[in-house]
Every structure is written in C-alpha cells, then in structure tokens.
C-alpha cells in the first residue's frame, strides 16, 4: 500500500476519533471505546491480527460463532480510503459500502486472511456478487442466504437450518465441538451485551450535554470491533454507572434543540459526516434505527438446561430474526416495528433519511415509512450522499433548512401552549 494512501487512511480515522475525543473528554469511561475502534483500523495493528472467522456485515448472530469457538471478526465497510484498494474489482457505481468492505479484504498491509472462514451473509446483490469474487480468488466462504419472504410458510424453518449448518461449518474450521453448554453460555453472553446497550441508549437519549451524537453511535458501533464481548459488556456498564452519576449532576443541554431520527443506509465508523453534521447545525439525534442496531431489542431467552444443543441453536436463530433489520427482507416488518416503538417512546420532531448511493433498497422502505411519520405529523428528509466529503457544504445548506424548519414547527407549538 502506498505511503501516501496509508497516511491518508490514518488521517481519515484519526479526524473522527479526535472529534469524539474533544467532545466527550469529560467522561472517563468514554477510552475504552475510542480505543476498540482504533486498534480495529490502527494499519499496524490490522498486521498482526489472523481472524479465524470473518463476518461481512452484522446480519448473522454472533453468538453462534462465539459457540463454535471464535470470536465475529466483523467488516462492515465505513471507509472512504478502503473503498480505493477495490476499484479495480468493482464496478464505478458499486455501494460505497460493498466497496469499502472488499477494499479492506484487498489491503497488502492488513490482516493475514490465510487461515480465515468468511461468513457472508446475502442481504444484497452486491453481497452476492462479493462472495463470489471471494471465492474466486479461493478464500474459504460459507454463505448464509436470508429467507426473503417472512410471510413463507417455511421461511423460519429455512433460516433455522442456515443458522445450525453456519454453527456446523465454523465448528469444522476451528475444530470445536459445539455443545449445548457452550451455546447456551454463548447466548448468555450476547445477552448481557444486549441488556447494557439497552441501558446506554437509555441513560443517553436526548442527553448531549452528557453523551454526544458521534459518542453514542461510536459506543454502539464498538460493538463490532472488539475481540472480547464479556470485557466489552463490563466496559459498557462501567460508563452506565458514570452516566447515570452525571445525570444528577448536569443540566439537560438537550432541549433548546430539535430531537430527530436518524435511519437509512447505516452510518459505521470512520465516515460519520451525518451525524457531525447534524449535530454542527444544531440537531440532536434521539436515536438511530438501522440493521446495526437492531440487537438491543434483542430479548434474552431461559436456555434451560435439559435443551438439546440445536434447540438452543434455533432459539438464537428465531430470535435473530424476529428483529433483523436487514434490507434482504421484502417487508422489513422489524425496522418499522422499532421506528413505531420509538415514536411512542421518544419526542421525535423530525427525521433524516439516509440513503448511500447504490443502496436503493432502503428507498423501497422509505414510502412505507413515510406514511407512519405522516401520520404523527413528523417531517423527513432524505438525504442521499456517498463515502466522499466533498459535499458535506451542499449537504449541509439544505440541512439547515431542514432544521430551520423544525425549530419553527417547535415554536409554534410552544406559542399554541400558551
């Protein structure tokens, strides 16, 4: 890789991290984070790491391959710089996101995928056609097909079978044996993981004089680059605790500013342009609904003890996918079911629609979606960028606009009040 490439990926992950770490250098719990996703990208970190089980994207439980004795080694794309290592692979109009995913798969420089089992899960034909190329140059792939049609008598069964024959196959790879025991201990695991999340997006929702926008989304993206899920989960309790303590010490910051929805394509690490800027022209994001992050709605099962392993195999997989929020899905009936919890839960006053050019299976949601905000008389704004920064200034005159516009809808409202 070249030098200049190299310092300008470094540059790219350096920005995010510096921004997030000025803003939220009161929070002494806050490092450990920060510190997950920089030894993820770190380029002298990546040499040195050997995963014995590659994910290409979140759309599989990982507790099934923590059973099966590895730990997820997720890629989920979010570089601008990675999507250059892959242009000589993709097509020009290819997803900004397959590119960056396949870019790092490509990097000379980066981790020894030799001896690696590449879980990729067909949410997309640019998916498709990504484990294919994988294949092509003879990597070890095992697809995981996702049952498109929920409402298929046998879609459930179908996924059931996937998810026991993906346990099955990274048992083989890492010559585990794959017992109820260690399932069950693996769901407890993930469990835990869901629950702290659960309490985070409690404790920081509409709390940015806490907690900032790009922080909250970093702490729920960390998710994905850490190599110990237990270390991660008490990390993650440790900032509740601190939380929490300074809820009863500061002043909500939060309310002279509009909350919003952010969903769409899903934002990851290091390219968080839109929160950014959403959060420079005085929004504040409530919340963010995407595929991503989902699996804090994920809710724990009672592995009982007298369960056959493949019991607890399906119980994971059923759970999975009630609330996957992948675009795989004709009807993406758990997003719109999480959008609805939020809007009786949360004041949402507006919502940012985020689509990455390419991705067009979220617009398919979007008219669907549209209607249920029309119906709580909430604005959207669709807002359709890539991985580039070039037109963060276009972006951000017509989100100003758009926030304009909700502080108006919130004034009028207070004056009606009095």
């Given at each position: 890789?070249?030098e200049?490439?190299?310092?300008?990926?470094?540059?790219e992950?350096?920005d995010?991290?510096?921004?997030?770490?000025r803003?939220?250098g009161?929070?002494r719990?806050?490092?450990?984070?920060?510190?997950?996703?920089w030894?993820?990208?770190?380029?002298?970190q990546?040499k040195?790491?050997?995963?014995?089980?590659?994910v290409l994207?979140?759309?599989?439980p990982?507790?099934?391959?923590?059973?099966a004795?590895a730990?997820p080694?997720y890629i989920l794309?979010?570089?601008?710089?990675?999507?250059?290592?892959?242009?000589?692979?993709?097509?020009?109009d290819?997803d900004?996101?397959?590119?960056?995913?396949?870019?790092?798969?490509?990097d000379?420089?980066?981790?020894?995928y030799?001896?690696?089992?590449f879980?990729?899960?067909?949410?997309?034909?640019?998916?498709?056609?990504?484990?294919?190329?994988l294949?092509?140059?003879?990597?070890n792939?095992h697809?995981?097909?996702v049952p498109p049609?929920?409402?298929?008598?046998?879609?459930?069964?179908k996924?059931?079978?996937?998810m026991?024959a993906?346990?099955?196959?990274?048992?083989?790879?890492?010559?585990?044996?794959?017992?109820?025991?260690?399932?069950?201990s693996a769901?407890?695991?993930?469990?835990?993981?869901a629950?702290?999340?659960?309490?985070f997006?409690?404790?920081?929702?509409?709390?940015e004089?806490?907690?900032?926008?790009?922080a909250?989304?970093l702490?729920?993206?960390?998710?994905?680059y850490?190599g110990d899920?237990?270390?991660?989960?008490?990390?993650?309790?440790r900032?509740?605790?601190e939380?929490r303590?300074?809820?009863?010490?500061f002043?909500?910051?939060?309310?002279?500013r509009?909350?919003?929805?952010?969903?769409?394509?899903?934002?990851?690490?290091?390219?968080?342009?839109?929160p950014?800027?959403?959060q420079d022209?005085?929004?504040?994001?409530?919340r963010?609904?995407?595929?991503?992050?989902l699996?804090?709605q994920?809710?724990?099962?009672l592995?009982?003890?007298r369960?056959?392993?493949?019991?607890?195999?399906?119980m994971a997989?059923?759970?999975?996918?009630d609330?996957d929020?992948?675009p795989?899905?004709?009807?993406?009936?758990a997003?719109?079911?999480?959008?609805?919890?939020?809007l009786k839960q949360d004041?949402?006053?507006?919502?940012?629609?985020?689509?990455?050019?390419?991705?067009?299976?979220?617009d398919?949601?979007l008219e669907?979606?549209?209607?249920?905000?029309?119906?709580?008389?909430?604005?959207?704004?669709?807002?359709?960028?890539?991985?580039?920064?070039q037109?963060?200034?276009?972006?951000?005159?017509?989100?100003?606009?758009?926030s304009?516009?909700?502080?108006q809808?919130?004034?009028?409202e207070?004056?009606?009040a009095q």
């Open positions: 890789m070249p200049r490439m190299t310092m300008s990926y470094e540059s992950i350096r995010t991290l510096d921004r997030i770490g803003e939220n009161h929070i719990s806050f490092s450990y984070f920060t510190a997950c996703a030894q993820w990208f770190d380029p002298e990546r040195t790491v050997k995963p014995a089980v590659a994207g979140p759309g599989v990982g507790e099934l391959i923590l059973a004795g730990a080694y794309g979010g570089s601008l710089k990675s999507g250059a290592w892959s242009e000589d692979l993709v097509p020009r290819t900004p996101v397959s590119r960056s995913v396949l870019g790092f798969l490509q000379p420089e980066g981790p020894d030799s001896g690696t089992l879980i990729v899960p067909v949410t997309s034909d640019s998916m498709r056609k990504t484990a294919y190329l294949r092509e140059q003879g990597r792939v697809i995981v097909d049609q929920r409402s298929d008598f046998f879609a459930r069964e996924w059931q079978a996937q026991i993906m346990t099955e196959a990274v048992s083989r790879h890492t010559r585990t044996r794959v017992t109820a025991a260690r399932v069950r769901i407890e695991t993930a469990d835990c993981a629950k702290a999340l659960r309490e997006l409690s404790a920081s929702c509409g709390r004089d806490l907690i900032t926008g790009g909250r989304l702490v729920q993206n960390s998710y994905y850490t899920l237990s270390r991660w989960t008490a990390e993650l309790r900032l509740n605790e939380l303590s300074r809820r009863k010490r002043v909500p910051g939060g309310g002279s509009p909350g919003i929805l952010l969903m769409g394509s899903p934002v990851y690490f290091p390219n968080y342009k839109i950014f800027l959403i022209i005085g929004l504040n994001v409530l963010n609904i995407d595929v991503t992050t699996k804090d994920i809710r724990p099962v592995p009982g003890k369960r056959s392993r493949d019991t607890l195999i399906r997989a059923d759970r999975w996918y609330q929020g992948s795989a899905y004709a009807a993406n009936d997003l719109y079911r999480s959008v609805v919890r939020c004041r949402i006053e507006g919502v940012v629609y985020h689509v990455l050019k390419g991705q067009i299976e979220y398919f949601e669907r979606l549209e209607a249920l905000f029309d119906r709580y008389g909430i604005p959207v704004f669709r807002l359709e960028t890539d991985y580039q920064y037109d963060v200034e276009q972006l951000r005159i017509r989100m100003e606009a758009f304009e516009m909700l502080h809808n919130r004034y009028r207070e004056r009606m």
